[in-house]
Structure formats: C-alpha cells, structure tokens
C-alpha cells in the first residue's frame, strides 16, 4: 500500500485530483452524465451515484411493475438445464466495473427465464409464498437502511418494531398476548432454536456447561413427532448432537395426525428403558398432507411429563387469522413454542419465519454469549436480538412484515385466505365429482390431494407411474407448477393454493391441464 | 367457510361483483385511481395493482436516493429511547387496510430517526457494512422474483448464480478453484455448518446415526480456537451439542494470534486425557483486533492430527482481493472450510455469508435428508442448496453478489480496499503522532485500536472510565459512531473503517471528535 495512497485509485488520471474531491466531501461523479467517470476508469471504487441509483432503481421498479402485471409471459417451471446458467456465464468477474444498465439488461436476459417463479399464479406446488407489492418494497427499504440488529443499540427500529410485528401477528392469530415473537430466516431455524431451547429446558442436565458427548452420567435423549412431521425436525435433532435415533416418529391415525396414544406409549417404552424424553413437536399443517396433529392432547402429555412442546404452525398457523380457523390453533397456547411463517402463507417476501415462545428466557439461556465488544449500557433494559439464536446478525425483517400488515390490514388478509381456502374447496368438488379422479386427503387449509384412478386399475406402480407422468406433463406447460407426495404409501398430486395472484381462472386451468394429461 | 365463497369477501356491498371479475381474471382496482376501491373496503384481499407498485417504487426508490445522497442528515447513532418505539406504535395491526403512501409517511417519520446508520460513513463501529447501490436493487429483484432456491428445480438460476458468484469469488481472493461455495445468513451460521461436518468427518463415531448422549463409547470431543475467536464459534460448538467444555480456547502470542504451540499442547493433553480432538477454527482478522492466525502451522497440525480445519475470514479474508495483500490468506488453501461475508467488506447489503469447503460432501452428509415430497427427477445431477445447511428455504441472495461484484469489477473493488486500508493507516499515524494517546495493536487490516492515555496515568480502572467517557462523547454526537474492546485487558477504543462511502473527511471528524472528548 502506498503511504500516500488515500484517495489515489490505482488507475487515476495525472490530471485529476479526486483524492482532494475526497476531502472536501463532494462525489465527482457527475449527477448529469453518470457513468462517464466511471467509464474513464477514475474512480472504480465509488458507490452508485445517488442520481444513477435514482434512474436505475427506477427501472428496477418498471421491470418489476412488469412482471407483477403479466406474471404468466414466463414459465412457471423454467425449461432449463443443469449447467446452463453456469455455462453461459464467464468464470471471472469481469476486471472493471459495468454499468448497471448492462447488468440489469443481462439479468432481464438471463434470470427470469432460468427461474421458478414462486410469485407466480400458476405456482401451486410446496406452500405457496408472495412477493407482495408492499412486501417488496419493504425488503427495498431493509437493503438500503441495511440495519443490523444484532443489539438493541445497533438497530433500535429494527428490534423494536419486530416487537411491535410479531405481537400484531400474535393477536390476529389469537396466541396469548405475552408470548416473545423474534423473526428468523426459515422455519428450519426457527425448530432447530426450539429445540436447543427446549434441550437447555432439561436444565438438570447442564448440556450448555458439559455437551453430551463422552459423559457417563447422561441417558439417551429424545424427542417425538409424527410420521408426518417435516424433516427439519429430523435436521433440527441431528445438529443438536442427539443423532437419528434421538428422533422417535409416531404412528399416526387414519387422518394422519399424531396418534396422541401411540405417542404417550413410546414415552413409557423411552422411559422404561432408560431414555430420556425432551420434546414434542407437533404440527399444525403437515407439508404432505396440512394434517393437524391433536395439541391439546399432547399439550396434556407434555405437562405430565414436563416436556417442551413446540409447535409447528409454519403455514397453518396463519389459517387462525380467521374466527372460523382458529379452531386449527387451540391447544397451542400451551405450547412452549411455536412457529409460524410469514413468508408462507402471509405475503411477505422470503425470509420471515417468527419464533414464539413463552419461555424466551430458557431460548436465550441456550443461545446467550455476550464478549466485551458486544457489551452496551443498556444491557438488562433491552432485548438483544442475539441472545435468541445462532445467527448473530440479524436483518430488519419485520419492516416487510409491518408493510404487509398494514397494506391488507386484517380485513385484507382475511379475505384472502378465504378466497384460497375457497379456491381449495372448488377444487375439491371437481375432484370429487369425477369418476377418473380419487381425492386422498381432506381439504383443511389450501392444499388439495388426489390422483388420477381408473376404473379397475389397482395396481399401486402403475397408479404411481400414471400419476407421475400426469405431474410430469403438467409441469412441463410452463403455466401451472404443481407436486407430489405420498399419503400412505399411495403417490398423490399435490395443489397447494395460496399466492396472492392466484385466482380462479388459475385453478381452473390446473384442473383442465391435470385431466387432459390423464387422457380424461 | 361458505360453500359459494369464492370471490365474496366478508366486507363486499350487494352491488358488486368482484367474484365475475376475478372469474375472468381482471383486476377491478382501477389503474387510474389506485387504492379508492380498497378505500370503499371492496377488495381488501388484492395485492396492489401493478401501477400502484410503480407510482409507489419510485417513491421508495427516491427517498433512497435522497438517503444516499445526504446520510449525514441522520445520525449514525440514534437518539431513542428503549421503548420508544413500541410505545409509539398501535398494538394491534389496523382492521382495514391503509394506502402505501402513508405506511411509507410513517417509515419516513419514525423509522430512520431510530436507527443505528450502518449504511452511513460515519459509521465505525463493530465491522463495516454497506449497503451499495447495486446491491440494494439486486435485493429489490430478489424480493420480487421472491425464488426459493431450496432444491435446483425450484430455483435454478438461483442455485447456478450461487454456484457462479462464490467461484467469481473464490478467484478474486485466490482460493483453490475447485472449492465449493454456499451462501448463508451470516458467519455465524456458515461456522456452525462448518463445525456439523467437522463432526461429521469422525465418521467413526456414528454422530449422525448415534447422536452424543448416552454413549459409553463415546470419548469427549474438543474444538479449538484461539482466546480471540469469535463467540460464534462458542455458539456453534454449544449448538452441536458439545457443550461448553467442548471448546477449549487456546492461548495468543504478543499479537494476539493463536499460539501454535499452545494448540499442539492442548491436543497432546487432551489426547492423553481420552478426548477426542475435532477441529481446528483460525481466524483471518479476529474481532476485537484483526489479528490473523498462523495458518500455515495450523493446518500442518490439523493434518497431522487428522483435524477438521475451518478458518473464519468473514471479514478479513475479503482483503486478499488486494495482490499485496494475498499473504492474509497464506495456508487457507488447505482449509477444510472457510467463511467470508460479502456483507461485511464488499458491499453486499445483510445478509450474505459464503461458506467454502473442498469437502462438501462431508457438509452434505452431515445435513441431507430428502422427503418425498422434495424428491426430483434431476436428483444425483444438480446441486440442491438445502443439503448444505439446516434451513431448508434459500433467498436469491447471489443475484445481489453478482450485481455488486459486476457493478466494481476487480478493479473497483481493489481500489475501494486500498482506500480503506490507506484510511486506517492515516488514522494509526494521527495516533502515533499524539502523545496523550497510545495505539493498541497493529493496524493489519481496516480496524485501528487505540486509546487516550495521558502522562502519568497508570491506574487501568481510570483509564478504562477516561476511554468509556470519550466513547459516549463520540458517539452521543451522532456524527460517528465507534465502539470498544478489550485488548489484553486493556479498554481499547475501536475505530472500524470500511464503508463505501467513508472518506477521508469522515475518519478526520471521527479523530476530532475524539480528541475533543479526551479534552486534548
């Protein structure tokens, strides 16, 4: 480095001066003709001039507007290649800087035709998600404050208002109004941080002081789930150190929901054995089939047994926004935690995955470190949002989140659920009423379940194949994207409703598709 | 729910018929009066029309431009009060839903006022970030496109941009080109993944299968790092399960990097106590200091000792974009894995942390697990991002690394660092050159540790109270914001440069401003 170097890039000019430019504070890009500085090669090292970032955010904005406007000009499911993109594009980035018209023309070029588009109408497979408008503006706000909410003093907004945020959530959903919401990225996160809470719960076991490993004193451990739990338990159980067969999964009944009897056995077997039960994570929306696993009853199990009981409400959870669902949450005011996903079913941009819990204290014993450079004045005042879980920094998510409620308000959020658990339900009649198609699950929440069956066709492989070439067609149209799973053993098509831009004509249009690649 | 819900949303007047509408696929907001059908309650469900996310993106996008052109206006350090802003918020979301105008009024009037700046240059607190042009519009379209890379069939250009953006990276700091990279939320999360394979690689001990606890054949297990490292290390190493006692933090030489010796003691005792040694986390530019382990020597012992050797250059290993400045990362070659965040020092907004490893398989095995119902035809030939990691959902967060690393180039990027390194060297020499003050550590990176310490002074308690009142001066004026630490026991002042827009003008203030408070 040079001792003079301030200031000098390291292709400047003989006859510039922007080091003295520098000092005096002043940008030498010029407001009129962006660019034309850094076309020269004089000041690489410079942000966006605020006037080139005014035009170019509004173009961002026009292709956006856009694509919001005729979503369906792309493919829901792209036609691509693995490697395509990788090789259509250079191995290096480029030695100087571009100018961002070629990098957004590039990107309208490149990435929407190489993308599944989730924001799409036609998109109904996993749970459906939302980019919303206010929602996305949200997140456009997060990345230029680009706060950073680690302590209460680096980001005081950012940790309050996702407060404020999740406390609104808390309500509309009809959870008790003291419970401590903090916003993750995943609803991976969110059970993993559960279960390190409710690992740390065990406090007799002093695991944050000695671990697990290589100690004599220490029984095996456990936790319990449904069959039908999402395999981020499973993942959320293999980091906490407690391995596959810390993971007990529990039979479930005819509605594939927990068997809450099957369940209170396996703790007596554990027991008796000499295992250790920790946990229950119970389901509110299965991702296979949005089965509702029977919270009371195990909430009851739980406190005879003194075991965490975290609750899976990622896209259900949402449903308890409307006084005709909130039957889908009860039970859940006992759990210790619960999670629920904003970015599902709630029209918020990934990433937004809130955590409750009614023990966020036993959650920050688990995860709380505080070394010198992190200690303020106001510690033991505030909430620092690190005490919470692995992640140390933290974005300002709940600003989209505050966008979003506040756009739709409850009346707004209410009548979109209602028109997608309608949309569900007209679904399901078709279904029903045609002899060639057999539906496998009920329709609880937005997702529907059923396959093609033909008269006197039996044999499950060759169901599962019909089935799956069905699903392979479909998606193949580019207007509709939809998938699979299996519900005892039988392969089944899986319509999961819920963005926002999905309308009838849409579900309609799946339905034709799914019949005209049955041959129906 | 209704049988005939569809379309009919709770609040609609007997003399609409928005059901026909969406039946056809229109949308009854009209373009020329965006929100006066919300305002009369009738479509309280709809996303905002395309013309109202254009007129209403504009508007964000301005009040951005004006953020960037003047973020002196606010200051960097907010004058707010724990609580402030939860008192001044309702505690329930509205029932109806408000235009976008005045949600953004209320952003404007109260967000900003109660934020820490990270995005400002008189930011110099903790590790720099910023939030560039091009990345805050890499961010909008992420937003908007709202892809969800969690396997390579929901989000291929996402996975291969992924795959695209950490080898770009790769190269420009001169790492193996053959690495394979994974973007994450931040450090802390790409140490614990990196710390789940290392536990993983003694694959002996069946971690995966058999979990820890209740296992008489399972010894203890040691991580290592230096005195120094990161608490995330400690988070990790706590997460997996390994407890406390799990890491064992090894001494620093006079410059505060890990005694290598030390290292191959503790693992020569450990051994002969019965533990089982794990792995080895260096680090690249610690915290508190920058210091830089001996790399080289901790990977011949990691060798050795068949350890698992992951380095953490979440900040520091961005320097080595800069060819004087390549050494920082000598040894980093042999790296099990290693973690940069382009979030810190290059100009990506929160959040983006790039977690390499020449070993991915290992990261995979420790974290696959595929459901049914995320199951693929292309599976065995694709990379599916939710094998890396415990969350299951993945943003497309390379889009803004690809925007930035285009937008500067190599060369923009190098210039940049230069600056930020000649910036610190300017301050360190203002330092030297006054005598009531004293410079704590070598300046190796963007960070200068120092401390006011008049003649005669000696008493360590009333130097620390001098330092701690400069602190809050400097930082109570709201132009800059600085914070401490502790090196050896020594309350030191920390000055963090790094963001794209500090200039000289801005670290002069940030010295002026100290002298001031020291009263010299």
Known sequence: MEETGIGEGPRQGPDTDPGALRDRGLHPGSHGDPGSLRDRGLHPGWDMDPEEFRASGYRAIDWIAGFLARPEDWRVLPRVEPGEIVRGLPDRL???????????????RLIPQATTHWNHPGF???????????????????????????????????????QVTTGWLLRLLGLPPDWDGTINDTASTSTLYALAAAREFASDLQIRELGLAGRLDLPPLRVYCSEEAHSSVD????????????????PTDHDLRMNPRALEAAIVEDLAAGVRPLAVVATVGTTSTTAVDPVPVIADICEAEGLWLHVDAAYGGVAAALPEMRAVLAGCERAD???????????????CSVLYSRRPDVLKRAFSLVP???????????????DYGVALGRRFRSLKLWFVLRY???????????????????????????ARFERLAPIRFSVVLFRAHPAGLVDEGELERLNASILDRVNSSGEIFISHTKVRGRYALRVAIGNLRTRLEHVRRAWDLIREAAGA
Chains 1, 2 share one sequence.
């Open 94 to 108: 480029p030695v100087e800087g571009e100018p961002f018209d070629r990098i957004l023309a590039d990107f309208q």
């Open 124 to 162: 109904m497979a996993y749970f459906a998600t939302t980019g919303s408008g206010p929602g996305i503006l949200g997140e456009l706000l997060c990345a230029a404050l680009n706060s950073q909410a680690m302590l209460w003093r680096t980001g005081p907004a950012a940790t309050e208002l996702e």
């Open 235 to 250: 993942k959320a159980v293999l980091t906490l150190g407690l391995g596959r067969v810390g993971l007990r999964k529990i």
């Open 337 to 351: 935690s619960l999670v629920v996903n904003p970015h599902k079913w709630l029209f918020v941009p990934m990433d």
């Open 372 to 386: 010198e450079y992190l200690t303020t004045p106001e510690s033991g005042r505030v909430k620092n949002l690190m």
């Open 408 to 434: 739709f308000g409850e009346v707004g959020i209410q009548a979109a659920l209602r028109e997608h658990l309608a949309l569900a339900q007209r679904l399901g009649e078709w279904v029903d009423d045609d």
